[in-house]
């Protein structure tokens, strides 16, 4: 199987651009796509919640519910303002595109560098998260969970640079099905519970130790770690384009439908965590939270908690789909702006932009390594970049309804002011939480990121200048001088001394001398096959190639600053692979050091080796 059959095999069938419109999703499958990371992020919100709360004791563990109640509602005051947001940009309204259009260009690459710092963690902590299921369904695999996040993140790499459309069929899947097994269990726990009236199931109690006092200070830092649980709620906001028509319709629709589906998640986790006195701690984690209340509230019953969490496990391993589609999307906006390398905004043979995809999964595969796939050493790292969005999207929204001021503005202004100061004060409460915890990474990050695209717009608006137009004189054309480098005279030289003579007529053949006693032969040969072109023989004596001709070229460029120097490679191609090492291949290096020499142009003249036929090996002869 050839190169391009393999890629048809693992990536399908190349698209073409018309049919970009076809790969639009509907909202069905629109959710997984663009959901699958906030809703999966209810299976680590109330573990954070209890971790933060176990510092103070067993005695703090009844506010997870009240603080979950007010994480719903900050889920609610976001939704509806990112609704807003949705209706006024149905072009795509990321947080960039706003703040950037509404606030300044600053603030919008601060916007961009906090989406594309969030991506990258979602990936990380989603699949560790995920792996973190498994290695509670099965303890025996913990000792190989970086491993196992690389390989989960290979995998959805692959499935994203399939395309949009395929990667949502496929994800489909593991969405509903978590869906149906958590809500299900949430039913049933308080059926079960207030209904019919069977007695709680008693989980053993880990022996924990207060190290704090239950405090403002402590509800506060649980409360930033729960928040973890909005993460991803922006996605749809970012990847309006990708809904089929009306796109700002359905795209609002699936918006509303996921905050529902979210909040009634994290409530019923959390509730059914507080009811059955579920303690997850630091030195007692190996079991996941969600796999405690599942154990809880199905009586210790291996079957039904095992399927709550692979539902979990799998979801988790593919929320991180939500950063592969937006990831990409933000890369090429960003790309298209100058901000970012043009590769990025490339769309690739499926109609995704691959180079956007490959990167997510390089930098997200580095950061579980970093971090040896722990869980709770990546989340405090997570939620500065997400609410730094938050914050900065609505603010610019406030600013568009101030320069609009259309139907509505007043109250449309209100609600993104109030999304606005409350992602404002979460922002301010995390940075304050979980900066000394390793947030203070991300923080250096994002400047650092700023800093690099502020440098790649100067870098492109510099030639940009240098290649315009505007007030440019042609300069007359200028003189051409040819130098053929040659090794030795056979085949593979006469098509390029063709060539030279066809562009110029002051051409010269230059040779390295790095062995003295074959240059008798060379000049013999010359005389020959030379066709009266002067020989330039270059001493060597330390048998350094391209060191004697880069300083030639310089010289010659010396002696005639107006001409333009071409440099001549001859190159023969063999007919396998593998026949490439059995030869020096200096005119890689030859091309390289020298096309750095300004007013050079340097070209290589190929000759085709021809297949060997079978009769030149009789009696073992090789062929002449």
């Known amino acids: 199987m050839n190169w391009s059959a ?52 067993t005695v703090a563990l009844h506010v997870t519910l009240p603080i979950t109640i007010a994480i719903a509602m900050l889920l609610a005051v976001v939704t509806i303002s990112y609704i807003q947001t949705v209706h006024a940009y149905p072009s795509g309204g990321g947080a960039y595109i706003v703040a950037s259009e509404n606030l300044s260009r600053q603030m919008g690459l601060l916007a961009a560098a906090a989406l594309l710092t969030d991506y990258i963690l979602t990936v990380a902590v989603s699949v560790a998260s995920g792996v973190q299921q498994v290695t509670s369904l099965l303890p025996e695999l913990t000792q190989f969970t970086v491993p196992l996040c690389i390989l989960v993140i290979l ?29 299900g269990m949430i039913v049933w726990g308080v059926v079960s519970r207030h209904i019919l009236g069977i007695p709680p199931y008693r989980l053993p109690q880990p ?9 403002v200070a402590l509800v506060l830092k649980a409360f930033a770690s729960g928040c ?24 609002a629709q699936t918006l509303t439908a996921m905050a529902v ?24 984690d190996q079991e996941s939270a969600i796999s405690l209340v599942a154990r809880a509230v199905f009586h210790n019953n291996e079957t039904l908690r095992g399927m709550v969490l692979v539902a979990t496990a799998l979801i988790l391993l593919i929320a991180a789909n939500t950063s592969f589609a937006d990831f990409p999307r933000l890369s090429s906006i960003l790309a298209r702006d100058g901000f970012m390398p043009r590769q990025l905004s490339n769309l690739g043979d499926r109609l995704v932009y691959s180079n956007g995809i490959i990167l997510l999964g390089v930098f997200s595969s580095l950061l579980i390594v970093a971090f040896h796939g722990k869980t709770d050493r990546l989340i405090p790292l997570y939620a500065v970049g997400v609410f730094l969005a938050f914050t900065l999207s609505q603010a610019g929204m406030v600013r568009h309804w101030l320069k609009l001021r259309g139907s509505g503005w007043h109250w449309k202004a209100v609600i993104n002011g109030l999304g606005a100061t409350a992602t404002g004060i979460v922002l301010i409460v995390v940075l304050i939480e979980k900066t000394l915890e390793g947030a203070w990474i991300v923080v250096i990050i994002i400047p650092v990121m700023i800093w690099m695209m502020d440098k790649v717009y100067q870098h492109y608006q510099y030639m940009r200048s240098q290649l315009s137009l505007i007030g440019y004189e042609p300069e007359p054309p200028s003189p051409h001088t040819v130098l053929v480098l040659i090794h030795d005279v056979h085949r593979g030289v006469i098509p390029a001394l063709n060539y030279a003579r066809e562009i110029a007529s002051d051409v ?15 000049k013999m040969r010359w005389e020959q096959w030379g066709d009266r072109i002067p020989l330039v023989i270059i001493e060597s004596p330390y ?68 297949p060997p036929q079978a009769s030149a090996y009789t009696n073992g002869a090789p062929p002449r």
């Open 6 to 57: 393999a890629r048809r095999v693992i990536f399908g069938t190349p698209l073409p651009t018309e049919e970009a419109a076809h790969q639009r999703l509907p909202k069905i499958l629109a959710l997984p796509v663009f959901a699958s990371d906030a809703l999966s992020s209810s299976a680590y919100a109330t573990q954070e919640i209890l971790l933060n709360l176990a510092l103070a004791g």
């Open 228 to 251: 973890s649980a909005l993460t991803g709620v922006e996605a749809i906001s970012n990847g309006v384009q990708a809904f089929r028509p009306p796109e700002s319709k359905n795209a």
């Open 207 to 215: 022996p924990i130790q207060a190290t704090t006092a239950l405090s």
């Open 155 to 183: 995998f959805v790499t692959l499935a994203n640079l399939r395309g949009v459309k395929e990667s949502g069929v496929l994800f489909a899947f593991p969405t509903y099905f978590f869906l149906i097994s958590v809500l």
């Open 543 to 610: 048998r350094s190639l391209v060191g004697p001709i880069v300083e030639y070229v310089r010289q010659v460029k010396a002696d005639h600053p107006r001409h333009i120097v071409t440099v001549v490679v001859p190159e023969f191609v063999v007919t396998r692979w593998w026949q490439r090492i059995l030869h020096a291949n200096s005119a890689v290096l030859i091309k390289l050091f020298v096309a750095n020499i300004p007013g050079v142009v340097v070209t290589n003249v190929r000759y085709y080796l021809k």
């Open 508 to 522: 010269r053949a230059v040779h390295i001398e790095v062995n003295p006693q074959h240059t008798p032969t060379l």
């Open 261 to 284: 589906l979210l909040g009634s998640l994290v409530l019923g986790i959390s509730y059914l965590a507080q009811a059955n006195h579920v303690v997850y701690a630091h030195g007692y």
